[in-house]
């Protein structure tokens, strides 16, 4: 895995995604960073949670850029260069800011156990919610850009049968769902430029998700049973990280400041979601069953449908989203070739 690892570092770059001009575009919000999509002027644009899954391809999609990305996380990784910083620390962070010069953070930290969330409040508020706030106001003491990922998982307290838009009524239903919602009211009451992008289902080949797990269990166990009445959209994180360098490459930012939301294109369960890693791995002798989410007992109770509508995000940014199966498969074939 290690060699893998570093063989992605060094090839960086993302992939070829369409474009087309989006639709009465122009105009620049007031206190947004201008740059215009030709502008040679670099940025330097800080990295948090880099060690993560998203922060990881984010260090893979940006090899090459003329912007300098700064990588910080609160430990080192083996193998690449990570910046320790923080982002509880407001000082700490308008250091840095300063230091380097920074002119846009992506933050990719977050405090991501669901369930453990649930006892360990306090700390999910500051690092979901509190965090979020002070990197958005050292970037506006600089008039810089803050992107913030956020989740799904600020819907599910309503019974939803349609994708979910962005200016929908968040309804969470835990504590995580619930802080990273307070994160992004914390965001847009800075008045700093940002970009929020609501994701969900996020795998890769880096660290701990789901289709490592079931990558794992399917071909170690007879027969499985998995959730089939909790839908949604897998998003591989290489995509997303594509698109946030893809807008930050080409200052697509000027002018659309808000919530946008990204997955792959698509819709599945957990259960479903399972039978294609299984046949795409050939895993084919685990006996995988549908069952109700009643039988796996949890502290949270999680959206039954979060799939979430990619529309404006299509509109305003002309990118194309890759189809969920299309690139589960890529990411099964870089897991299986390690």
């Given amino acids: 895995m290690r060699h893998y690892i570093k063989n992605r570092y060094e090839w ?3 992939p070829l995604i369409s474009h087309k001009t ?3 575009k122009g105009s620049i919000t007031v206190g947004l960073p201008h740059f215009r999509e030709n502008n040679k002027e670099d940025m330097n644009i800080l990295v948090t949670g880099a060690n993560g899954q998203l922060g990881n391809e984010m260090r893979i999609v940006s090899k090459g850029s003329k912007d300098k990305y700064i990588f910080t996380d609160v430990t080192e990784q083996d193998g690449v260069e990570t910046t320790i910083l923080d982002i509880t620390d407001l000082k700490a962070i308008k250091k840095m800011v300063k230091d380097y010069n920074v002119k846009a953070i992506v933050n990719c930290a977050a405090y991501t156990n669901v369930d453990k969330a649930e006892t360990d409040k306090e700390f999910c508020e500051l690092l979901n919610a509190k965090a979020p706030e002070n990197l958005a106001v050292a970037m506006k003491e600089v008039n810089g850009l803050l992107v913030h990922i956020s989740t799904d998982y600020v819907f599910g307290g309503d019974a939803y049968n349609t994708p979910c838009k962005e200016d929908q009524k968040g309804t969470p239903t835990g504590v995580y769902g619930l802080t ?3 994160g992004e009211e914390n965001v847009k009451k800075s008045e700093v430029a940002y970009l929020i992008f609501r994701t969900a289902w996020l795998y890769s080949e880096f660290g701990k998700n789901f289709v490592k797990t079931m990558l794992n269990l399917t071909s170690t166990r007879p027969q499985l ?7 949604g959209t897998p ?8 698109a946030i360098f893809t807008i930050l ?3 697509k930012f000027n002018g659309n400041t808000g919530i946008y ?3 792959n294109e698509g819709v599945t369960s957990w259960y479903d979601f399972t039978k294609v890693i299984a ?3 050939g895993n084919d002798t685990s006996d995988i069953q549908p069952c109700h989410s009643v039988e796996f007992p949890s502290p949270v109770t999680r959206p039954s449908f979060s799939v979430l509508d990619k529309t404006k995000f299509k509109e305003t940014f002309g990118m194309a989203v890759p189809y969920w199966t299309d690139s589960l498969k890529r990411c099964i074939n870089n897991l299986m070739n390690v």
């Fill in 225 to 231: 049973k998995v959730v089939f009445d909790q839908v």
């Fill in 180 to 182: 990273k919602l307070h």
């Fill in 22 to 24: 989006p639709k009465g």
């Fill in 12 to 14: 960086g770059g993302n």
């Fill in 261 to 263: 939301h990204y997955s």
């Fill in 249 to 251: 490459e080409n200052r």
């Fill in 279 to 281: 046949e795409l791995s």
């Fill in 235 to 242: 998003t591989y994180a290489f995509d997303l990280a594509s």
